[in-house]
């Protein structure tokens, strides 16, 4: 795939899932679980396509959720001061 595509599959993700889910976790710990999850999501797409023989859209679209997901956080990163 060709950045432009994937960038493109993925900014379209994170629009369709802030529409979905607007509010992000403020605790540090929930939101960091949010692309843990996704990436679980992503090693059993890419385990079930080893043992099922299935095709790589499950798995697309699972990495997908994982980038999406990951620059949601990202953004939504508010730095505290350890004071």
Partial sequence: M????????VM????RAEKL?????????????IPAEEAGE??????????KR?????VITEAVHTAASAIRFLKNL???NNE
């Fill in 2 to 9: 060709k950045i432009e595509a994937i960038l493109g599959l």
């Fill in 12 to 15: 379209a993700e994170i629009d």
């Fill in 21 to 33: 889910h607007p509010v992000w976790p403020t605790d540090l710990v929930k939101a960091a679980a």
């Fill in 42 to 51: 992503l090693l059993k797409a890419a385990n079930d396509h080893g043992e």
């Fill in 54 to 58: 299935t095709t790589y859209q499950p």
């Fill in 78 to 80: 508010e730095e505290k």
